[in-house]
Every structure is written in structure tokens, then in C-alpha cells.
T-cell receptor, first 117, second 113 residues
């Protein structure tokens, strides 16, 4: 079974600085998708960024980028120029492509990010 | 608003009560999900509905009963819950064959007393 591990329960960053959140996963699949979700205090889970495993190029969405290391099964999220509104829980998620439970997202435990003014 | 609406936002119920959580989406998605979110634990997938048909039940106790009358609505019926069932219950929807991820609602914060 696939698992997703986020080893940092909490992180803190100074406003305008850069922070990296870690995520590793375990799978025997070769094709899959990876996601980072943000959950602010409003509780809404918001998709931040996604990566297709067959793409070598790291995904980027404005201030958010990932470092996808397929061989190492690592998928870290980098937030540049951190803003107060970035404070939230961040969840890494995996989705297999084929077979049973196709499309089901598997989540890590999350990392709570605090942003200091 | 993301397009997935959950009601109520908060719910307090006794262990002998019966209540229902509602989820609604008008995004044209064909799959809907119930997740349980407890503190310091990964989100737990409870139920999956694919084109209104339940395709997964991840060993969820029978005191949780899902219902999907159509592809836009999903319910979670609750009865004789336990205090450990207190959690945030999240509904999500997606296009089953696309990789866009899920669209989530804001959840129902359930407290069982």
C-alpha cells in the first residue's frame, strides 16, 4: 500500500523568506500524481500544486514550486517570499494512476506552517 | 467557495442522536468522497462514490451510513456515535479519470458529547 510521510509536524518562516516543506512517499507504481494541499483556519482544503510522475520538470505555481526526486520518492514544496496568508496546514498527497482505488488520494499527516511578521 | 458546499458547518450531537451531514457539488464531477480528519492523523478516506455507486467503504463502522442519491449530492447519516467520532468531516469531489485532484468543501466540525 502507498504511504505518504511528512516528517515536519511544524515549521516556521519569517515573512518574505523562503521555506521548504518535506514529503516522501512509498509506492511500487511508476505512474502517479503528487499534490500539495493547503488548509488554512477556514478549513477549506485548497490545491496548491500538482506534479505528474512522468514529467521530469518540476511544477511551479507563482511563489510555489516543488523539488520532485522520483528515484528518491521525495516531493518537497518550496514557498518563496512567504506571506502571512501562507500560514496554514500543508498536506502532501499521492494518487495512483491505475488499478483499484484509482483516483483515491492518500494524504500525509500534514505540516503546520507559521509565518512571522 | 470552491463549488463544494457542506452543511452544517458545526454539529454537536449526543451519542443517542441521529443526524445527517450534507455535501453538494455542481462542478459536473462524477466522484464524491467522505474523509475524516482528526488531530495529528492523516486524513482518513471513509467512502467513495463513483457515478452514484459506492465503490469503497474503508472499514467504516456501521454507525456511519452514506447516501448518494445523485452525482451532485452526498450525505453521511450518523447514529449512536461515540466521542472518538468527534472530528472534521470533509467532503470532496473529482473527475474520476482526470488528474486534477479533488475539490474540497469546508467540512463539518462534529462534536459528540
Amino acid at each position: 500500500a502507498q504511504t505518504v510521510t511528512q516528517s515536519q509536524p511544524e515549521m516556521s518562516v519569517q515573512e518574505a523568506e523562503t521555506v521548504t516543506l518535506s514529503c516522501t512517499y512509498d509506492t511500487s507504481e511508476s505512474d502517479y500524481y503528487l499534490f500539495w494541499y493547503k488548509q488554512p483556519p477556514s478549513r477549506q482544503m485548497i490545491l496548491v500544486i500538482r506534479q505528474e510522475a512522468y514529467k521530469q520538470q518540476n511544477a511551479t505555481e507563482n511563489r510555489f514550486s516543488v523539488n520532485f526526486q522520483k528515484a528518491a520518492k521525495s516531493f518537497s514544496l518550496k514557498i518563496s517570499d512567504s506571506q502571512l496568508g501562507d500560514a496554514a496546514m500543508y498536506f502532501c498527497a499521492y494518487r495512483r494512476l491505475y488499478g483499484g482505488s484509482q483516483g483515491n488520494l492518500i494524504f500525509g499527516k500534514g505540516t503546520k506552517l507559521s509565518v512571522k511578521p | 467557495e470552491t463549488g463544494v458546499t457542506q452543511t452544517p458547518r458545526h454539529l454537536v450531537m449526543g451519542m443517542t442522536n441521529k443526524k445527517s451531514l450534507k455535501c453538494e457539488q455542481h462542478l459536473g464531477h462524477n466522484a464524491m468522497y467522505w474523509y475524516k480528519q482528526s488531530a495529528k492523523k492523516p486524513l482518513e478516506l471513509m467512502f467513495v462514490y463513483n457515478f452514484k455507486e459506492q465503490t469503497e467503504n474503508n472499514s467504516v463502522p456501521s454507525r456511519f451510513s452514506p447516501e448518494c442519491p445523485n452525482s451532485s449530492h452526498l450525505f453521511l447519516h450518523l447514529h449512536t456515535l461515540q466521542p472518538e467520532d468527534s472530528a472534521l468531516y470533509l467532503c470532496a469531489s473529482s473527475q474520476r479519470d482526470r488528474y486534477y485532484g479533488y475539490t474540497f468543501g469546508s467540512g463539518t466540525r462534529l462534536t459528540v458529547v
